[in-house]
């Protein structure tokens, strides 16, 4: 029996349009599997995935089966379909041909196990990604020429508004801009909060964005967009980098048609921060890590809990499965087990450390960049680190290659992959320290900080003051659960800008 899998993967609405849209690439498979004589076909197809990772649903369904040895035969439309990088290209062929099976490009042939084909294939993934820089350059600049134009080069979804992408003109839906109209008038004239907004909006029945219902988290992120007074951001978040916020002077703003006034917008933007203040003035336990704490087996962010029948005893707290659906890619590694540490074991040990690091005239001066080294040496440092993160990511990914090429085995590429992600791990903190003492060091308010922060330590502060403090100079707080009984393990990540 022939069982042949046939993948195929689109990024863009572009390549639909230029004939390798799914259906183009999965009939094209069909017919040759049944050419070929395949008795079962198993389409595998990724749709707006992108070439240059391996987390794809259906590669990673695919690569189990093949794994499993289910399959004998893989088709695919083109090599760039795969990977449109070097590595990962290498690393999908050596696992499609060691388990014994046929790998055919509908573009290019079959591909073996020998040196001219492996070098073929090697020349063909590194065009391929040669290809994609290309691409995304000249995309990227298209983008920005015509956000300069005045003209949207992306999909704009925001509600209250309609987008024509063929023209780039985006006008104002006054169906659904009446009701934007109306929460920023509540928010700003009654003062009332985000929670009761979306309450009010359900019982009147607007419609929801996604047609989800209102949530408190949907009216705030509503409430505090800019483009609804009329300036709108393209190129706001890096999607290279885990969709981060870029810094703002490289936000490139667009002209939109202006649904509510730029004093109705500011006024909601004091109520929204108003209400933030007042209900953490409501807190009966002030929480001093609130939201700088994230668990160090999955990355989230901890939160604070308050059992009824013990409120002596108010904890911080991961759910990992929280807000993410069975099945789901984003879900957590099985590190994290729900981590749970109590604040009176957590908080007076952070405090302790952030009140040494600052008690001293000499070390209150450091943190800000006032004394120490000079801001050039520190330039010049943090370049230093970066050229050496720099060198951490093109090792990993020789090792990677040698690995494809099988000329180390998998134990020795794991040992030296762990090494290297040691190392880089300590390069990054450090490039983070160096990068807020630079930081600190361009700013010309040193002095004033600095006898801020004394008087403040030399006073008594409340819980709500001493996080403020910690704010300006800590970033996040890492944190592990202690062995038996040992006390939770932290990494404190400073601040890196202002």
């Known amino acids: 029996m022939l069982s042949a899998a046939i993948y195929a993967r689109v990024s863009t609405d572009e390549q639909a349009e230029r004939g390798y849209s799914l259906s183009a690439q ?4 069909r017919r040759r599997a049944e050419e070929l004589g395949a008795d079962e076909i198993v389409v595998y197809a990724d749709p707006a995935e992108s070439s240059m990772t391996l987390d794809r649903p259906a590669l990673t369904a695919m690569r189990l089966a093949i794994e499993r040895r289910r399959h004998q035969l893989v088709i695919v439309w083109d090599q760039d379909r795969l990977s449109r990088d070097a590595v990962g290209a290498l690393l999908l062929r050596e696992e499609i041909l060691a388990a014994g099976c046929q790998l055919l490009f509908l573009q290019g042939g079959a591909t073996t196990h020998s040196p001219d084909d492996l070098l073929l294939y090697g020349i063909k993934a590194l065009m391929a990604q040669s290809e994609r820089i290309k691409i995304r ?16 080069p992306v999909k704009f979804r925001l509600y209250g508004y309609v987008h024509d992408t063929r023209s780039g003109r985006v006008d104002i839906d006054e169906e659904r801009a009446a009701w934007v ?19 009010r909006l359900s019982g009147l029945g607007a419609p929801s964005p996604r047609g989800k219902g209102w949530y408190k988290e949907t009216v705030a992120r509503l409430l505090r967009n800019e483009a609804y007074c009329g300036t709108a951001y393209v190129n706001k978040f890096d999607a290279r980098n885990g969709y981060r916020l870029r810094p703002r002077e490289e936000w490139i703003p667009i002209a939109v048609p202006a649904v509510v006034s730029r004093e109705l917008w500011e006024a909601a933007q004091a109520t929204l921060g108003e209400n933030r203040r007042r209900t953490q003035r409501r807190q009966t336990h002030a929480a001093l890590l609130r939201g700088l704490l994230r668990c160090g087996g999955c990355g989230k962010g901890m ?62 001066r450091a943190s800000w960049g006032v004394e120490g080294a000079e801001a050039g040496d ?50 990054r903190r450090r490039l983070d320290d160096v990068r807020a003492l630079l930081a600190a060091a361009l700013r010309g308010d040193e002095d004033e900080r600095v006898a801020a922060v004394r008087a403040a330590l030399d006073g008594g502060l409340s819980t709500v003051q ?11 707080i890492d944190v592990w659960a202690g062995q038996g009984a040992a006390p939770p393990r932290l990494t404190i990540h400073l601040r890196v800008g202002p």
């Open 137 to 152: 350059a000249r995309t990227m600049m298209g983008r920005r020429r015509k956000a300069e134009m005045g003209v949207m």
């Open 303 to 364: 939160r604070t809990f308050i059992s009824p029948g013990s409120r002596h005893r108010p904890r911080y707290y991961c759910n990992p499965l929280a807000r993410v659906r069975p099945g789901d890619p984003r879900a957590p590694s099985t590190a994290c087990r729900g981590l749970s540490v109590r604040l009176a074991a957590i908080d007076p040990v952070v405090w302790s450390w952030a009140a040494g690091f600052l008690a001293e005239a000499r070390r209150v």
């Open 181 to 199: 109209r109306r929460l920023f008038a509540w928010c700003a004239t009654e003062r009332i909060s985000a929670w009761a907004i979306a309450r």
């Open 466 to 476: 001493r996080g403020g403090i910690l704010r300006e100079i800590v970033d996040h």
């Open 378 to 427: 520190l330039d010049g440092e943090a370049r230093s680190l970066e050229a050496a993160v720099a060198r951490c990511a093109r090792t990993r990914q020789g090792i990677l290659g040698f690995y494809a090429a099988g000329l180390v085995t998998r134990e020795e590429a794991d040992g030296q992959l762990e090494k290297v992600r040691r190392d880089e791990a300590a390069l």
């Open 26 to 29: 999965i009939e094209h498979g």
